[in-house]
Nanobody
């Protein structure tokens, strides 16, 4: 069974930094990424990374967040710098695999709270 275990969230002051980690089991995933959902808002993609290292970021986090992955550990990271109050949300790890015979499968972590406040 695929398991995604998230860690690294918490409370940080504006301008501070946090690093989220998501350790996955089961297989190497085609794409891994982070979504977030703030109160009253839709869940949005924050950043994603392919198994080859190509990345994509939401405009709101470009220049501040960096996504990376360690394929040997099957773990994806999100380094969040210069955090703003509007970054406050529940962050969800996502892992996606594309296969020829079975199509696309998505797996989700339970979510981890990030709160940016003074």
């Amino acid at each position: 069974q695929v398991q995604l275990v998230e860690s690294g969230g918490g409370l940080v002051q504006p301008g501070g930094s946090l690093r989220l980690s998501c350790a996955a089991s089961g297989r190497l995933f085609t794409i891994m990424g982070w979504y977030r959902q703030a109160p009253g808002k839709q869940r949005e993609l924050v950043a994603a990374i392919t198994s080859r290292g190509s990345t994509n970021y939401a405009n709101s986090v470009k220049g501040r967040f960096t996504i990376s992955r360690d394929n040997a550990k099957n773990t994806v990271y999100l380094q969040m710098n210069s955090l703003k109050p509007e970054d406050t949300a529940v962050y969800y790890c996502n892992a996606r695999v594309l296969t020829v015979v079975a199509g696309t499968s998505d797996y989700w972590g339970q979510g981890i709270q990030v709160t940016v406040s003074s």
